[in-house]
């Protein structure tokens, strides 16, 4: 058993084992008998709801469908190590991102941070040679790139999961 004081690795355990299975799941793939009779009563609703006992608590996490579709399995990792540890970002609103690639192609996501955003547009893109070279912020009027805010493609991941991703658009 864990609390949210134990060692990080203990907490990422767990935590990657509950996000392969779920990302297993949503993939269609044979899971563990225990645990597939809930998930296929899950998978009839919109969402999913797991509980994950620890010494000092018990953590319920509720996630769309839609979310862990969207999601990777180290992003699905990380929110829940998050929220294992009570650590949150202070912010829980969406943004927009376009997130540019070394072809030409500009992909649009919802993410929380440039670092969300760019790991959902690589799953979006995943084969070789192509690499995200910019991530800039969209304003909320009229989807142009927000000048103030735009970050660096070496941003790293983190914070909570994204909601999804929209449809490739050619680079402006």
């Not at 927009?96 to 670092?115: C, E, L, T």
């Amino acid at each position: 058993m864990t609390t949210r004081h134990s060692p990080l690795n203990a907490l990422k355990a767990q935590a990657d084992k509950i996000a392969a299975t779920l990302k297993a799941a949503e993939r269609g793939e044979k899971i563990d008998a225990q645990i597939a009779g809930g998930l296929a009563e899950a998978r009839a609703k919109d969402s999913f709801k797991v509980g994950i006992v620890m010494d000092d608590k018990i953590v319920t996490i509720t996630m769309p469908w839609t979310t862990i579709r969207a999601t990777s399995e180290a992003g699905l990792s990380e929110y829940i190590v998050n929220q294992m540890r009570e650590t949150r970002l202070p912010s829980t609103d969406l943004q927009m991102f376009r997130v540019h690639f070394s072809d030409g192609i500009a992909v649009d996501v919802k993410a929380q941070s440039p670092g969300n955003a760019r790991a959902i547009a690589t799953d979006l893109r995943p084969w070789r040679g192509c690499t995200v070279t910019k991530v800039k912020r969209l304003s909320a009027e009229g989807g142009k790139p927000d000048r103030a805010s735009s970050a660096s493609a070496d941003a790293p991941p983190g914070g909570q999961p994204p909601a999804g991703a929209e449809q490739p658009r050619e680079a402006e």
